[in-house]
Antibody, heavy 126, light 108 residues
Framework: QVQLVESGGGLVKPGGSLRLSCAAS????????MSWIRQAPGKGLEWVST????????YDADFVKGRFTISRDNAKNSLFLQVDSLRAEDTAVYYC???????????????????WGQGTMVTVSS | SSELTQDPAVSVALGQTVRITCQGD??????ASWFQQRPGQAPILVIY???NRPSGIPDRFSGSTSGNTFSLTITGAQAEDEADYYC???????????FGGGTKLTVL
């Protein structure tokens, strides 16, 4: 069963940190580019970060500005997002997703996310 | 340009055809995709690239591109198609990913 399951969200004070995790199953995680996308309450989708299959390449949205770090552990089929220096505007559901840019090690040219987790909520409030 | 523009809301009568559009300069250069999101649920991919549908997506969903406009057409809209729809692509630099603001589809 193809699945992504996020965890690690919660309530944190401004300036605080969290480590979000995403456990993958049912597909070859180590061949896949992976991304984090977030959605603030009542708002639209916002891309956060993307990491290549072997962690050689990382791409971040401008608002990340060194506060967030994407990483992965292919041996454990896991994706992570370390979120530091949190602000109220970072309050959102954070989704992990498989990125179709590369599939089974081959560049596809596609810009799409075909597998999504159910999301983990991050609330930044004092 | 680093923006994708969508109409905030569109409505369609049950069983009729509706087109949802997304405009942006980067659509001239890169493939794009459409996501459906029902209330309280994670988004799902419904169309990507040159009118590709993932397994399980009904064939009433189709996509097309013309110039700087990427369109999602639902032929014979059903009640369960009522949802928010987001387009997605890269920005003009190619290194960042962007989403449209979303279109709320109401099926009357």
């Amino acid at each position: 069963q193809v699945q992504l399951v996020e965890s690690g969200g919660g309530l944190v004070k401004p300036g605080g940190s969290l480590r979000l995790s995403c456990a993958a199953s049912g597909f070859t995680f180590s061949d896949s580019y992976m991304s984090w996308i977030r959605q603030a309450p009542g708002k639209g989708l916002e891309w956060v970060s993307t990491i290549s299959s072997g962690s050689s390449y990382k791409y971040d949205a401008d608002f990340v500005k060194g506060r967030f770090t994407i990483s992965r552990d292919n041996a454990k089929n896991s994706l992570f997002l370390q979120v530091d220096s949190l602000r109220a505007e970072d309050t959102a559901v954070y989704y992990c997703a498989r990125d179709l840019t590369v599939l089974r090690g081959a560049f596809t040219g596609e810009n799409a996310f075909d597998i999504w987790g159910q999301g983990t909520m991050v609330t930044v409030s004092s | 340009s680093s923006e994708l523009t969508q109409d905030p809301a569109v409505s369609v009568a049950l069983g009729q055809t509706v087109r949802i559009t997304c405009q942006g300069d980067s659509l001239r250069r890169y493939y794009a995709s459409w996501f459906q999101q029902r209330p309280g649920q994670a988004p799902i991919l419904v169309i990507y690239g040159k009118n590709n549908r993932p397994s399980g997506i009904p064939d009433r969903f189709s996509g097309s591109t013309s110039g700087n406009t990427f369109s999602l057409t639902i032929t014979g809209a059903q009640a369960e198609d009522e949802a928010d729809y987001y387009c997605h692509c890269r920005d003009s630099s190619g290194n960042r990913r962007i989403f449209g603001g979303g279109t709320k589809l109401t099926v009357l």
